[in-house]
Structures are given as structure tokens and as C-alpha cells.
């Protein structure tokens, strides 16, 4: 799956969660349990986003670990969404199964930016992302 792609399911989630919310009964719990997921779902994609334009490995893994705890956040609402009665497990199925989809695939990413071999531009002087470059500078 592309960064494109990804965008794109991020960002079908929260609206997916906004009917979801909408669907709910009208009670305290429903708007304060809605109000929570809708807060949760929306980070999910805003966080991915921020992740795609990040300025490095680790600022990039510290976006996708913020997209990793709401996607996990939001499932936990959703779960609480159907113990408490308010909606059918039947009917969040598909909607938790997205999500769960999502965080696990954060979490790979996550995995595999750890895993990946530091560039040595520090040592040698030079910023790949660049157009400034200083032939100059030695350790």
C-alpha cells in the first residue's frame, strides 16, 4: 500500500466514525463516549499526514506512534460503544476490523523505520534532502 492509499483509509475512518457517532442513541454516555471517539478517529488521520511530511526517521516514527495510541484508542471506544449496548458488535465489525487493519499496519511501519540502517550523512558532511552541501565539514 502507497502513502497515498493510506491517506486515503485514514481519512475514510474518522468520516466512517462521524456517521457512526451520529447513529448513536441520545444519552450522556453516547455524546460523551462519541464526542471521545470522534476526538481519537480524527487524529488518526491528521497524525498520518503529519507523519508523510516528517523531517526525519524519528521525527517520522514519533507521528506514526501518535497515529499507532489513537487508532488503539479509538478501537477501545468503539469496544465500549458495544459492551455498554449502545450499538450491536454486528454492527462495528467492519468499521473495528478497519481500524484494527490500520494500527497494524502503523505498527509495522513503525517496526521497519527502527530497523533501517542509519544514513551516514552526519559523518560525511552532506544532507540528502539538501541543495546546500559543505565538501568542508569533517569529523
Same mark, same amino acid.
Given at each position: 500500500?502507497?502513502? $497515498?492509499? *493510506?491517506?486515503?483509509?485514514?481519512? $475514510?475512518?474518522?468520516?466512517?466514525?462521524?456517521?457512526?457517532?451520529?447513529?448513536?442513541? =441520545?444519552?450522556?454516555?453516547?455524546?460523551?463516549?462519541?464526542? $471521545?471517539?470522534?476526538?481519537?478517529?480524527?487524529?488518526?488521520?491528521?497524525?498520518?499526514?503529519?507523519?508523510?511530511?516528517?523531517?526525519?526517521?524519528?521525527?517520522?516514527?514519533?507521528?506514526?506512534?501518535?497515529?499507532?495510541?489513537?487508532?488503539? =484508542?479509538?478501537?477501545?471506544?468503539?469496544?465500549? +460503544?458495544?459492551?455498554?449496548?449502545?450499538?450491536?458488535?454486528?454492527?462495528?465489525?467492519?468499521?473495528?476490523?478497519?481500524?484494527? =487493519?490500520?494500527?497494524?499496519?502503523?505498527?509495522?511501519? +513503525?517496526?521497519?523505520?527502527?530497523?533501517?540502517?542509519?544514513?551516514?550523512?552526519?559523518?560525511?558532511?552532506?544532507?540528502?534532502?539538501?541543495?546546500?552541501?559543505?565538501?568542508? *565539514?569533517? +569529523?
Amino acid at each position: 500500500m502507497n502513502e $497515498q492509499e *493510506f491517506k486515503k483509509r485514514t481519512k $475514510q475512518l474518522p468520516l466512517r466514525v462521524i456517521r457512526l457517532v451520529e447513529a448513536l442513541p =441520545e444519552s450522556r454516555t453516547a455524546e460523551v463516549i462519541g464526542k $471521545q471517539l470522534i476526538r481519537s478517529a480524527t487524529s488518526v488521520g491528521a497524525n498520518y499526514r503529519s507523519a508523510c511530511r516528517g523531517k526525519s526517521t524519528a521525527d517520522v516514527i514519533a507521528k506514526l506512534s501518535i497515529v499507532e495510541e489513537e487508532a488503539d =484508542e479509538s478501537l477501545y471506544w468503539m469496544e465500549l +460503544i458495544v459492551e455498554s449496548g449502545l450499538i450491536s458488535a454486528d454492527k462495528l465489525k467492519s468499521l473495528m476490523s478497519e481500524t484494527n =487493519e490500520i494500527l497494524a499496519m502503523t505498527v509495522a511501519s +513503525i517496526k521497519t523505520l527502527r530497523n533501517k540502517p542509519r544514513s551516514n550523512s552526519v559523518t560525511n558532511g552532506l544532507n540528502p534532502k539538501s541543495k546546500i552541501q559543505n565538501p568542508k *565539514f569533517t +569529523i
